[in-house]
């Protein structure tokens, strides 16, 4: 079994890698395959951008495909950055420069609440179309400043509930335990086995 994850993300592929446990060379990633094209996240949901990248890339490279689309949903920020999550600061943002402007935004509403959730969509495809979604959230608040040097994205300043550290604080193994593609792994390991006994089928899993 092979299986190609809809990323150049080292992080975001050490990370489902680990989750996944896949031996080596089971998973292959966006980097493998030069001349695939990237795929416009033009989705208005995040699950819209995940069937998005997931189909597109098992067409072209053949084989099965794994796609997420996750971000961060601050209730104060009427849901943003959500499905803008990666390129909250413009196109391009870094990691750094996204976190700032959030922290910017929500220090201008001082008597705001900080409550938010990482939510993420994974869509996993075969080459004839059949698909399956597996989801994941964890509740939280932000911080207001900063966090920690571990992992990536929003980390640093995501305080998962019943915590006072951020993900940023804490080793792979405790955040992957409670994080919102830890879980929807979880879902997908539990009903991957099943998926490709059915690869072969032509219709589409709602």
Known sequence: MKLVLATR???KMEEIQRILALAEGQLLSLDDFSA?????????TFADNADKK???????????????????VVDALDGAPGVYSARYAGAGASDAQ???????????????????????VLSLASPQGVRSRF????EGRIATEPQGHNGFGYDPIFIPEGFDLSFAC???AAKDSMSHRGRALAALAREINNFFVIKN???QVP
Not at 54 to 72: E, I, R
Request: with cysteine.
């Open 135 to 138: 989801r994941g959230t964890v």
């Open 36 to 44: 695939c094209p990237d795929v416009v996240e033009d989705g208005v």
């Open 54 to 72: 997931a189909l597109s890339v098992a067409v072209f490279t053949g084989l099965h495909a794994l796609a997420d689309d996750s971000g961060l």
């Open 201 to 203: 089928v032509s219709m």
């Open 170 to 172: 804490m080793d792979a």
């Open 98 to 120: 996204n976190v700032s402007k959030l922290l910017q935004e929500l220090a201008a509403r001082p008597q705001a609440p900080r409550s938010a959730r990482f939510e993420c």
């Open 9 to 11: 993300n080292r992080k």
